[in-house]
């Protein structure tokens, strides 16, 4: 199945750096998404994204699909930024699979 | 917006209890999910359903069974619970069709432990 590898594992930033988190894949993907786990537990969607370019306020995401990669871009970071960061994709053929990276460790401290 | 809301947060369980885990979708979904996550394990599937009364096996299968008898709500049932169920589980939704998942909008969550 699809490989999806994020880095860096785990960034610590100061209040108002930016940052950009990556997510590679092993494949050519028709689903590609970002989700934030907040401190209580829950996955919430940031982008879905299988290819281009989106924006939402301080965060904005890219989708080089011939290149197999994504980005997520933090801008102007907040302490409510912290979390983990998930990235998680999925092609034609595995249908139902959406394949999760490890996901990045961020803390945004004041 | 979509909202997908899991029955319990936190549940404590016997070993050997069956319990169930019930998660219900406010937009006409017609694909469901059950996740679990685990530190060091990543989130990993146990059974999706893309329509009622149908499910497909994930990549965790064994210990769960599942249940969607109606479109907005999706089950998951552990039999004969085990310490090793131990976990946090994430239920989830999307549109998706024509060999693409779709979006997923997630729950918060269902901490349970087993004792």
């Known amino acids: 199945g699809i490989q999806v590898e994020q880095s860096p594992p785990d960034l610590i930033l100061q209040e108002g750096a930016n940052s950009t988190l990556r997510c590679n894949f092993s494949d050519s993907v028709n689903n590609l998404q970002w989700f934030h786990q907040n401190p209580w537990g829950q996955l919430i969607n940031l982008f879905y994204i299988p290819s281009g370019t989106k924006q939402n306020g301080r965060l904005s995401a890219t989708t080089v699909a011939t290149e197999r990669y994504s980005l997520l871009y933090i801008s102007s970071s907040q302490t409510t930024d912290s979390g983990v960061y998930f990235c998680?994709?999925?092609?034609?053929?595995?249908?139902?699979?959406?394949?999760f990276g490890a996901g990045t460790q961020v803390v945004v401290t004041p | 917006d979509v909202k997908v809301t899991q029955s319990s947060r936190y549940l404590v369980k016997r070993t050997g209890e069956k319990v169930f885990l019930e998660c219900v979708q406010d937009m006409d979904h017609e694909n469901m999910f059950w996740y679990r996550q685990d530190p060091g394990l990543g989130l990993r599937l146990i059974y999706f359903s893309y329509d009622v009364k149908m499910k497909e096996k994930g990549d965790i299968p064994e210990g769960y069974s599942v249940s969607r008898e109606k479109k907005e709500r999706f089950s998951l049932i552990l039999e004969s619970a085990s310490t090793n169920q131990t976990s946090m589980y994430l239920c989830?939704?999307?549109?998706?069709?024509?060999?693409?998942?779709?979006?997923?909008?997630f729950g918060e969550g269902s901490r349970l432990t087993v004792l």
């Open positions: 998680a994709a999925s092609v034609t053929d595995s249908w139902g699979k959406l394949q």
């Open positions: 989830a939704s999307s549109l998706g069709s024509g060999g693409n998942t779709g979006e997923l909008f």
